[in-house]
């Protein structure tokens, strides 16, 4: 007897999908994609470089051919596996329920069979998960990130101090690994996690996952821009970028990264302009696309420190001033940017259509999502609650009539960014360059006073700001 295939059925509106609770699976997805975006920035300098600065002493020429030619090759199969570890989810579901007129064998259109006791009726649905953003609690990541920083750094001492015995040179094999995973993605994760639960944002992994990924992606043209053009201009007016602590190098520091960087990043979250519905997630989907920037970033940083002469120690203060420090300025100068271009939407009038055309992302404060754990129990919401949590509340009420308003139009908020981040990139230049001919110990301490003071002002901005885009009343209007 041969059966008919059943044809999937459109996804009725009260259906309920039972999914297990992961929270440590965003962070292992986005290693596994930070290594693959970390060779495909690198082989797309290279393939750039072929036309422009075959020799990469930032000047012009030569043109390499094969340059270009061996780094598409060695580029393709990483775009294909980048694609591959973002290609959609499908769930599949299928239902029987007992009916008179039903049979006992069902063949599905794909080949499966289901077969039932009773006489049943089958009706089976394809959808893409829609799942909400899990992260594990910011403190288990901040412990991760403290506990294996100092122990990584402890294990890196014999190394420095004994030099490369058989012992030390095992032990430091060993632990290398884990403290560059550890340095450059834990503090990265941790201020993800912080903004997910705390913010009130409602979104999909997908889609998160795909911001954290644009900013990954928007170090492209950040690194051409740094490392082939503004190189190749400067060289045009006498000026050689690549030459320590000279003028070249200033500029590049703090004239074409911010701009560049800033530009680049923006982009990033105009393409993903479909999930801002508010000011507010503008701000969310800009300080990720910052976090998936600085995330490529420090992946480079924590290498070179892994790979000095003084590797305990340079591994020790790059993992904790770029954690505390550098990463969550790139997601402030970019959420500034999100938060005008959110604001951009609104007084088109555009964001009620983005919100009907995007199912994964709601202001809508009484929606939910049920996540069950291994024992079937239901989690906790509170990691994924459409609105503030209560300790964000708190503590942005300490601070709301302190508070600043953000910057409101896109050149502004750009503009402001740019000059955040080349304030910082510029300052540190100059007083490296003013004390560069002091005394070394002198010098590294008021080096790392200035930074010091940096960082003070760089949180100052983060606690004004804050209460603006947590109070953010457009939420309410739609």
């Known amino acids: 007897m041969v059966y008919q295939g059943t044809p999937l059925t459109p996804i009725p509106d009260d259906l309920t999908v039972w999914k297990t609770s992961t ?19 690198q082989i797309s300098v290279l393939i750039v470089a072929g036309f422009v600065d075959g020799d990469l002493n930032g000047t012009f020429g030569p043109f390499e051919p094969m340059l270009t030619f061996v780094g598409g090759i060695c580029l393709s199969p990483l775009l294909m596996l980048f694609f591959y570890l973002r290609r959609p989810r499908l769930t599949h579901s299928i239902t029987a329920e007992q009916h008179p007129n039903g049979v006992q064998q069902h063949v599905l259109a794909g080949g499966s069979v289901v077969l039932s006791p009773v006489p049943t009726v089958v009706r089976h649905h394809l959808f893409r998960s829609t799942a909400p953003l899990e992260m594990p609690r910011p403190l288990h990541l901040w412990g991760l990130f403290f506990g294996g920083v100092i122990i990584s750094s402890v294990c890196l001492l014999p190394l420095m101090i004994l030099g490369p015995t058989p012992l030390s040179v095992l032990l430091a094999l060993l632990i290398v690994l884990p403290a560059w995973l550890i340095g450059f993605a834990a503090p990265v994760f941790a201020w993800w996690s912080i903004s997910s639960r705390h913010l009130g944002i409602n979104i999909s992994r997908r889609n998160a996952e795909w911001i954290l990924a644009a900013g990954m992606l928007s170090t492209i043209p950040a690194i051409i821009i740094n490392s082939l053009i503004s190189p190749l201009i400067l060289d045009m007016f006498g000026l050689n970028a690549m030459e320590p602590g000279s003028w070249g190098e200033g500029f590049v520091l703090f004239l074409s990264a911010p701009i560049g960087e800033e530009l680049s990043k923006a982009l990033a979250v105009l393409a993903l302009s479909h999930l801002i519905i508010s000011p507010k997630h503008g701000f969310y989907v800009g300080s990720t696309v910052g976090l998936g920037f600085a995330l490529l970033e420090n992946a480079q940083y924590i290498s070179l420190a892994l790979i000095g002469d003084y590797s305990s120690i340079s591994y020790f203060f790059t993992a904790m001033l770029r954690g505390l420090s550098s990463i969550p300025g790139h997601a402030l100068w970019t959420g500034l940017s999100g938060y005008a ?12 259509s983005l919100s009907e055309r995007s199912s994964y992302v709601t202001p809508n404060t009484q929606a939910k999502w049920i996540l069950y754990n291994k024992n079937g129990t239901p989690e906790s919401t509170t990691g994924w609650a459409n609105i503030p949590s209560d300790r964000m509340m708190r503590f942005v009420a300490k601070w709301e009539r302190k508070s600043w308003n953000l910057p409101a139009t896109i050149p502004a908020g750009i503009g402001v960014a740019i000059l955040g981040h080349g304030l910082w990139n510029g300052t540190s230049w100059g007083v490296g360059r003013l004390l560069s001919d002091s005394d070394s110990m002198i010098s590294l301490v008021l080096q790392l006073t200035w930074l010091g003071l940096m960082i003070a002002t760089l949180w100052l901005f983060i606690l004004r700001w804050l209460p603006s885009v947590v109070l953010d009343g457009s939420d309410q209007h739609f």
């Open 23 to 41: 929270p440590w699976q965003t962070v292992r997805s986005m290693l596994g994609l930070v290594l693959v975006c970390f060779f495909i920035s």
């Open 341 to 352: 271009i959110g604001c951009w939407i609104a007084r088109g009038n555009r964001l009620p």
